[in-house]
């Protein structure tokens, strides 16, 4: 007869069929991340829409950074462009001093 659950050999060793270790192994996978859920707030009904929210938020923070980050090099690109043609101009290039 073979048994199906835990059982001690004669080394006193616990020994487990490969059906209740997957068993037991799942049981303690399914609690460890609902406890970890639990943990960051996301163990209620309305966990699955708060990440959507929380990735929604991300990705509109990514775009408005860059394009502040684009219109920020065009700042820079025109300022120093314009000092370059005031520098120009007081040096006598362009039919100054």
């Not at 270790?21 to 707030?41: H, I, K, P, Q, S």
Request: glycine share 12%; aromatic share 8%; hydrophobic share 45%.
């Amino acid at each position: 007869m073979e048994q199906s659950g835990p059982f001690e050999n004669a080394d006193g060793l616990v020994v487990l069929s490969p059906e209740s270790l997957e068993a037991m192994l799942e049981r303690a996978a399914t609690l460890g991340a609902r406890r970890a859920l639990e943990g960051v707030g996301l163990h209620d009904a309305d966990a699955g829409e708060d990440v959507r929210d929380l990735r929604s938020m991300l990705s509109d923070w990514r775009h408005v950074r860059a394009g502040f980050m684009r219109q920020l090099g065009r700042v820079l690109f025109w300022a120093f462009i314009a000092l370059g043609a005031v520098m120009s101009a007081h040096s006598g290039w362009f039919g100054g001093k």
